[in-house]
């Protein structure tokens, strides 16, 4: 059973440009969530969405939005990029979201602001 | 404010001895608390979970124990191996929450 994919695996960008991030969640699942792991802030949730609706975001500036497809496909977009922005993004998956049910990670995709 | 508190940073046990890794959290809705393995270049792969009706389970050589009146719970790993020497992640959830909050993690290292 294919895990989540996520794309591209390291992206290199300048700040003010903007970045789009994919992720094909795990056969079946249809929760998607966003996270952000930087060294000061650990693991931070984004947003989380289901059925093409966001259930629920994190403390996190408007430059960052996200959305969901039809086929449970995820992306998530940042503008105006800052150097804070440097970090590893992950996405993760599950049946339906919430409780009783792990959520399973990507890889994730490595940004790194110059 | 950190919900989820892992105090220890580091943890180094010698192979085939147990290693505990330790949690607390304040919020008392949380009610589905998970561990998590993290390697370098790598997401975070799911171990073990447990829900708040309970205060343990297992699986393998892994056990979750959960003490709810204390606010803290405990991840097992026994034997130890060196396959097992990586970052570990515990999390918390409630319901309608539809988002996990992640401690800061413990990096273990298993000594051959």
């Known amino acids: 059973k294919a895990g989540v994919t996520q794309t591209p695996r390291y992206l290199i960008k300048t700040r003010g440009q903007q970045v789009t991030l994919s992720c094909s969640p795990i056969?079946?699942?249809?929760?998607v969530s966003w996270y952000q792991q930087t060294p000061g802030q650990g693991l931070q949730f984004l947003f989380e969405?289901?059925?093409?609706?966001?259930?629920n975001k994190g403390n996190f500036p408007g430059r960052f939005s996200g959305r969901q497809f039809s086929n449970s496909r995820s992306e998530m977009n940042v503008s105006t990029l800052e150097l804070g922005d440097s970090a590893l993004y992950l996405c993760?998956?599950?049946?339906?979201?919430?409780?009783?049910?792990?959520?399973?990670f990507g890889d994730g995709t490595r940004l790194s602001i110059l | 404010d950190q919900q989820v508190k892992q105090n220890s940073p580091s943890l180094s046990v010698q192979e085939g001895r147990i290693s505990i890794l330790n949690c607390d959290y304040t919020?008392?809705?949380?009610?589905?608390f998970l561990w998590y393995k993290k390697y370098p270049a790598e997401g975070p792969t799911f171990l073990i979970s447990?829900?708040?009706?309970?205060d343990k389970n297992e699986d393998g050589r892994f056990t979750v124990f959960l003490n709810k009146s204390a606010k803290h719970l405990s991840l097992h790993i026994v034997p130890s191996q060196p396959g097992d020497s990586a970052v570990y992640f515990c999390?918390?959830?409630?319901?309608?929450?539809?988002?996990?909050?992640f401690g800061s993690g413990t990096r273990l290292l298993v000594r051959p």
């Open positions: 999390a918390a959830t409630g319901v309608s929450s539809y988002k996990l909050i």
């Open positions: 447990i829900s708040s009706i309970k």
């Open positions: 919020n008392s809705m949380f009610d589905y």
């Open positions: 993760a998956s599950s049946f339906r979201g919430g409780s009783n049910q792990p959520q399973h």
């Open positions: 056969s079946g699942h249809r929760s």
């Open positions: 969405y289901f059925s093409e609706t966001q259930r």
